[in-house]
């Protein structure tokens, strides 16, 4: 089940969600057909609970937000980019176990 406190991300908030956060944001750039995507979901939905009012984990669906996805160079999902004050402090593709995804959350905390 999807965590309530995603943020689902598009051309029109992701400045106002991402840009100017005041807290560091993790963008998981994913599709709905990605195998890799669906197997690292649990755990983003586990990192938005447990990271809630510390950082935003949100999500951008690159089959809707082609835009996004181009303007930071997505070339294969998952694409994880964690933004701090407007940003790119870390970047990682592929799935990715849940422990290397919260050390780069509170490498940016």
Known sequence: ???DK???LNSSNFEDEVMKSDVPVL???WAAWCGPC???APIIDQLADEFDGKAKIAKVNVD???E???RYRVMSIPTLIIFKDGQIVDQ???ARPKSDLVK???AAL
Request: charged content about 20%; hydrophobic content about 55%.
């Open 1 to 3: 089940m999807a965590s």
């Open 6 to 8: 995603i943020v689902n």
């Open 27 to 29: 963008v998981d750039f």
């Open 38 to 40: 669906r197997m690292i």
């Open 64 to 66: 809707e937000e082609r």
């Open 68 to 70: 996004l996805a181009t």
């Open 92 to 94: 990682t593709m592929g």
């Open 104 to 106: 780069m959350i509170q």
